[in-house]
Each structure stands twice: as structure tokens, then as C-alpha cells.
């Protein structure tokens, strides 16, 4: 009794020792020196004279050209310019995907393509050409009987020219602004009308602001799809991509995407690159089929020097971007939601509304519903062997559960997928409630049934798929979407990877990729466990008896 | 006398370990939010000005712009800052306690983890304040006590625009007038 009464006493006193010292601890210890009264002397200005102007490599100059030096009525007759000189260029867009919005997938032999496939964006092109193809590279198309084969109607300065004043405004087909116009409408927002000649002659290589007047306004403005494609990567700071950094590698879009006869390679359709059939991956220099826009390019497949080797035995199984592309958007927010059934609600006079979030995005607009945004988005990690699926128009679906618009296929056994970061975009979108197919809606247009400018859904689908030539029961329900994005850009610089523990944790970044051990993800295995622990236990109990032993022992003499 | 000696050696050990073990959790809190950052924070923005008591908004900061400035990347945090000279005044007009102003103003921290959630992070004001006396203890009561009531969303309520600004007080707590202490 005694003896507890002085542990319960010597336990009262050490705790209020440490309690006083803590006390004691927060109130001086960490007293700073008397303030120095002079500030520190501020850092010299480094010389301010303004940088030479960086010469060009070209061997042209363009604004010598007699042939641009006219005044161009059109966008046509620009092209027609170029092609005096540039004969096969046309010939050349007009076999890329750029121009004819197809692609086929020969290993699924799905059609797709911007003109084919259906998305949880805008979703679909057919009977909206007139908007859509603002991001055509060519002019005039306003609806299916267009032109592909017209030389003239292919946009070289789109893709070339350096001015920044070049505008394809949507509702144009794809031509620029001829006169100044007020965009978006009623915005008061003035989009100047360019001086063509000047745009003509200020053409040069493409620059990431020619690629991303499209890319990073893909789905219908800055920062919507992708989430690693936006405006900040015009000019962006080292943080947000160590490749594009405007003071260090400075890359443009074409470093990566190397454009030969203006094919550009490297799409959302042929993402990846197969490390793990015995074939090494494309090299800069190497003339064979295989996609020459990704890490492996450059860096190859054991991309981490001796003392990190370890990191080089993951390559065959995570994607480089798994690691190196920690989050996605962290230059602004991308969109994460789009929800077209709750599009329609109108002021009570009866107008178009619109609402903002608390970052100031649009959470809601009467034309397209509501939208969630997000910044520095985590990725979602799935098993992926470069093989997409799409549920096309024609796909039958089923409305009970969440329509996947594109699958990304994959598994560990496959000995070709990779773990790779996607950026999940949901929503809801209308589909044929009878036939069980997505829908195509008839937004833009000032014809009476385009959604847009009468916010009746009935007049809109029946718009869109009798343009599409599509049968419709007309009858329709809004279905769950998910549609995913590979995610490449946005390199962080490499101290910024992910850690072993961001992913080797209980709740870490791979917590729901399935088919793998992953040692400190909490992978468990039940017998496994009960033979460890009663293995611990018997060599406890062995630890105990034999010192038990050893005492009675030693005490018996 | 051993016995004695080692039992309070242990003890103090013991205390002392679970002291470091707990004190973070005692000296700060952390939950998680059902909204986004901006949101998040537009709403305890709100909350703060809702409350009473004296309360105004003295700053938004964002320490993740500093990191990115330098090159690298960091999740999201965003700090609202808030004060009250209800609350303040008495501290401040003590010389014994003046020091304490270093807590001023009062900052709750909202960011996200790894796990993509959204988080708010404070410091335990009651608790804080029992260390310095009767009468701080008492201030630090009553501003733990509207803490608590920053924190409380009503998600009916429409998602209130962020407030960039420092409402009154452009530079945060620097310039003093009627945004801050």
C-alpha cells in the first residue's frame, strides 16, 4: 500500500515538473534577441538592361514576302498564300486528325474522333458544326455536307501565327472575326477583328499559345477537360511544369509532340507506350511507329541514376507521370462536374441564369447546368495497357449504373499495363430512354430547336439526331457519365515527386488499385498473418520458459 | 530512497512521453470538411462575420503561393485570419500578457491532405490560454467558444463568394484600422 502510495505520489509530482517545465518552456524559452533596429540592408538591383532581343533561326522572314503583303479579305485567302510556296502543306492537314476529327482505332475498330464520339463536355459535334469547329483547323464548316477536299479552307495561321490576335470565335465555322464582335454576347466584350496580312506574315513555329488557343480550352473553355492542359501553361513558372518552364527547358508543345508532315503524335487515342514487350520504347532519332510523345522518349525505362535504383523496378509497373505529376491543375482549377439536367432554370422574367462558386468559377449556367471545379486535383490511379473502349452513339448502355464513355483497359496480369493517373470528369447527359443510347443535343443556333435559344430538350435531341441521322424514340432520361483523361502534362520538378509513403500507406495514393501486394498498403493476407503471429507467439513463450528455466535454475545452484 | 528515486524517474519519463505524445492534439485541433477549400473557407469568412462579438476578417493567406513562387508545389492551404478587439483589447493593454499578441489575430487554416479531403486546422485557444493566467484564460474561453461556431456550415445555404481582400485592413493584421487587431 505504502510503495503505491509513493509511485502514485512520485507520478503526481514528476507531472507537474513537466507541466511547470512546459510552462516554464513556452513563456521564455524561446525568447529571440532584442530586435535589431536596422533592417537588413535590401540586396543590390542586379543590372536592368533589358535583354536583347532573341534572332530568330529561320530563314525566312515572312513579312518580306510579296505574296502577304495584300489585304486579306478572308482567312481562304491567306491559306491561299501560304500554299504559293507551302504546294503540299494543305495535302499534308488534310490526312491528319487536326482536319478530318476521325480516328480509328484498329485495335477496337470503334470510329472515333471529335465527329464521332459522344463526351460528358459539349458533347457531341454534329448539328453544332457552326460552334464546334472554332477548334477546326479550317474554315466553313457549317454542317455534314462540308468540303473536306478544299485546299483553301485548311487554317495554316491558326497553328502558326505569332501575333496573338488571331481569334476563331465559336459560331463562326471556324473563321475569325472579319469585324469586331462583342463575345461571349452580351458580355460587352469586344473581340478585335485581326489584320490578316499582319497575322500572314508573322507565321513561325507553332508555339504552346497556338496549340492551347484549342487544347487548353478544350470542352469549351480555359482549364475544362483535361485538367493538365489550361492557360497556365502558356508561360508557366517551374512549379507547374519543369519542361515548359519559361526560364529553363522552355519546350514547346512540338518538343514532346514531334510533327513530322504535320501528323502530330501523342493522343488521348494511342497514349502509352509499351515497356514490357521486349521492345525498347521509341527514342528521339528513331524512325519506327511508336508514339514518340512520352517520358520514355528521353528518358528511357531506367530513368533513376545507380543510388535510386530501386525506383527503376517500378517502371515496369507505375507510369512515369504516377509519380512525377503529383496532382493535376495547380496552375487554376479544372472542371470536375458537368451536370446537364439541371440545366434550364431561368430568372422569373424568364432569362438565362448564371451562378459562381466560392472561387468565383461558374457553378451554374441555364444553357448547360451545373459544374463543380477543383484545383490541384489528386488523380485517380487505374491498371492501363494504352486500349480504350467508347460507348459510341450506337452502344447500347445500361441507365442503371454509371456509363463509362470511355474504358481504359487494363490489368497487372497483362504484362503490358501500367499504373497510371486519370482525371476522372462526371456528370449527367441526356440518352434515349427507350433505346437505351447517349443522345446528341442540338445546342447552338439561332434555328428555334437548338437548345440554347429555347431551353426545351424535346425540340434539341430531335435536332441533333435527325442531323445525325440517327434513330430517337423520343423519349429521354439523363444518365451518369464518367469519361477519363490520361494524365501526362504538368511535370513537377522532381523533388516534388511522390514520396514511397504517398503510396506505400494504409490510405495512400494507390489504396484502391486492385492485383498487387504492395508492401505498407495494408495488404493482408489471413493465414499468412495467423502463421506470423503464432510464430511470434512461440518464440515468445520459448523466450520465456528458457529464461524461466535458466532462473529456477541459477537459484537452485 | 531508491525506490522512491526511480519510481519518480520513471514516472517523469512516462509523463514526459505521453506530454509529447499528446500535446499536438491537445494544443491544436483538426477536422475534416465536407466542402472544398475555397468553399470552406468562403464560409467560415462568413461565419466570422455572422458571429458577433466584435468579430471582422483581418486576412486571407495563402502560404502555397510561397512555395510555388520558389519552384515547388504544396497542396492547397489557405488561412483565413480574424479578430475580435473585444477580445483583443484586454491582452493587449497588459504588459504581462502583451506578448501574447503573436497569436493575434486569430487564424484557422484550411487545406487538403493526400487524401484529396479537405481540412481545418486551429489551435485550442481554451486550453492555450490556461497557461497564461486568469484573466487571458478567460479571454481565450470565450474566442475558443466562437471558434467553434466558425465551423459550423449550414450546406443549405448557398456557397458564398470567397473574400480575397483583407475587408478594412490591406495587409493583413499590419495595418490595424477596422479589418483586424
Known amino acids: ?557 | 530512497m531508491l525506490k522512491i528515486i526511480s519510481g519518480f524517474v520513471a514516472a517523469l519519463v512516462l509523463a514526459g512521453v505521453l506530454a509529447y505524445s499528446f500535446m499536438s492534439s491537445l494544443m491544436f485541433w483538426e477536422i475534416p470538411s465536407p466542402f472544398g477549400v475555397e468553399e470552406t473557407a468562403a464560409r467560415i469568412q462568413q461565419n466570422i462575420q455572422n458571429v458577433g462579438n466584435g468579430w471582422t476578417l483581418s486576412g486571407l493567406r495563402n502560404p502555397a503561393k510561397a512555395v510555388e513562387a520558389d519552384g515547388s508545389n504544396t497542396l492547397p492551404v489557405m488561412m483565413v485570419e480574424a479578430c475580435s478587439t473585444k477580445y483583443s483589447g484586454p491582452i493587449l493593454k497588459d504588459d504581462k500578457v502583451r506578448y501574447l499578441s503573436i497569436l493575434m489575430p486569430c487564424k484557422i487554416s484550411i487545406y487538403k491532405k493526400n487524401d484529396g479531403k479537405t481540412y481545418i486546422g486551429g489551435m485550442n485557444a481554451g486550453l492555450m490560454g490556461k497557461f497564461f493566467g486568469p484573466m487571458v484564460g478567460e479571454v481565450m474561453g470565450h474566442v475558443a467558444e466562437d471558434q467553434a461556431k466558425f465551423v459550423i456550415f449550414d450546406a443549405s445555404k448557398p456557397a458564398p463568394a470567397l473574400i480575397r481582400g483583407t475587408p478594412g485592413a490591406a495587409g493583413g493584421a499590419a495595418a490595424g484600422g477596422g479589418g483586424g487587431c
Open chain 1, 1 to 557: 500500500m505504502l510503495s503505491k502510495l509513493k509511485i502514485a505520489l512520485s507520478t503526481l509530482v514528476a507531472g507537474a515538473t513537466v507541466a511547470a517545465a512546459l510552462t516554464a518552456y513556452a513563456t521564455t524559452a524561446s525568447a529571440p534577441a532584442a530586435a535589431n533596429a536596422a533592417p537588413p540592408q535590401a540586396a543590390m538591383p542586379a543590372a536592368t538592361a533589358e535583354p536583347a532581343k532573341k534572332e530568330s533561326s529561320s530563314t525566312a522572314d515572312h513579312s518580306k514576302f510579296k505574296a502577304l503583303q495584300v489585304k486579306f479579305k478572308t482567312a481562304p485567302e491567306v491559306t491561299k498564300a501560304c500554299l504559293t510556296c507551302h504546294t503540299e502543306a494543305a495535302k499534308q492537314i488534310q490526312k491528319t486528325k487536326h482536319w478530318t476529327w476521325e480516328f480509328l482505332n484498329t485495335e477496337t475498330n470503334q470510329k472515333l474522333g471529335k465527329k464521332h464520339i459522344i463526351n460528358n463536355f459539349c458533347t457531341a459535334v454534329e448539328s453544332n458544326q457552326k460552334f464546334c469547329t472554332a477548334c477546326h483547323v479550317g474554315y466553313g464548316w457549317e454542317d455534314s455536307k462540308y468540303d473536306f477536299s478544299k485546299q483553301e479552307n485548311v487554317d495554316c495561321v491558326v497553328c502558326h501565327e505569332s501575333t496573338g490576335t488571331y481569334r476563331k470565335v465559336p459560331g463562326l465555322s471556324g473563321h475569325p472575326t472579319y469585324k469586331d464582335m462583342e463575345y461571349p454576347p452580351h458580355s460587352g466584350k469586344i473581340v478585335k477583328a485581326p489584320d490578316l496580312a499582319k497575322v500572314a506574315q508573322s507565321v513561325g513555329k507553332t508555339s504552346r499559345a497556338n496549340c492551347g488557343a484549342c487544347h487548353f480550352n478544350g470542352g469549351g473553355g480555359d482549364a475544362v477537360k483535361h485538367g493538365d492542359l489550361d492557360s497556365t501553361l502558356k508561360d508557366p513558372p517551374k512549379f507547374l511544369d519543369v519542361h515548359m518552364e519559361k526560364k529553363g527547358l522552355n519546350f514547346s508543345c512540338g518538343a514532346c509532340h514531334m510533327t513530322s508532315a504535320h501528323q502530330v503524335p501523342g493522343s488521348r487515342y494511342t497514349p502509352t507506350v509499351d515497356v514490357n514487350q521486349g521492345v525498347p520504347p521509341h527514342m528521339r532519332g528513331k524512325v519506327d511507329g511508336s508514339n514518340p510523345a512520352s517520358c520514355q522518349s528521353c528518358h528511357g525505362s531506367k530513368p533513376h541514376p545507380a543510388k535510386m535504383a530501386k525506383l527503376n523496378e517500378h517502371t515496369d509497373k507505375i507510369a512515369c507521370q504516377t509519380c512525377h505529376i503529383p496532382e493535376f491543375a495547380r496552375g487554376q482549377a479544372t472542371k470536375m462536374s458537368w451536370d446537364w439536367s439541371t440545366a434550364g432554370q431561368l430568372s422569373p422574367e424568364g432569362k438565362p441564369i448564371t451562378k459562381k462558386d466560392s472561387g468565383g468559377h461558374n457553378a451554374y449556367d441555364s444553357k448547360k447546368g451545373d459544374f463543380t471545379w477543383e484545383d490541384h486535383v489528386i488523380p485517380e490511379y487505374i491498371w492501363f495497357n494504352g486500349k480504350v473502349n467508347y460507348t459510341l452513339r450506337e452502344t447500347k448502355l445500361d441507365p442503371t449504373h454509371v456509363v463509362k464513355i470511355n474504358s481504359f483497359e487494363g490489368s497487372p496480369t497483362d504484362g503490358k499495363s501500367l499504373i497510371w493517373p486519370v482525371k476522372v470528369f462526371r456528370g449527367q447527359q441526356p440518352y434515349d430512354s427507350v433505346s437505351n443510347t447517349l443522345l446528341v443535343p442540338h445546342t447552338f443556333g439561332a434555328d428555334g430547336d437548338s437548345y440554347w435559344s429555347n431551353f426545351n430538350w424535346d425540340k434539341s435531341l430531335a435536332a441533333g439526331m435527325k442531323a445525325a441521322n440517327a434513330p430517337y424514340s423520343g423519349q429521354y432520361g439523363f444518365v451518369k457519365t464518367e469519361m477519363s483523361w490520361p494524365i501526362t502534362h504538368m511535370v513537377a520538378p522532381k523533388a516534388d515527386a511522390l514520396t514511397c509513403a504517398q503510396c506505400h500507406s494504409k490510405d495512400g495514393r494507390l489504396k484502391n488499385v486492385q492485383g498487387i501486394y504492395m508492401p505498407g498498403r495494408g495488404d493482408q493476407n489471413k493465414w499468412l498473418d495467423y502463421a506470423g503471429w503464432t510464430f511470434a507467439l512461440l518464440t515468445l513463450i520459448g523466450v520465456i520458459v528458457h529464461g524461466a528455466g535458466r532462473i529456477y535454475t541459477h537459484r537452485k545452484g
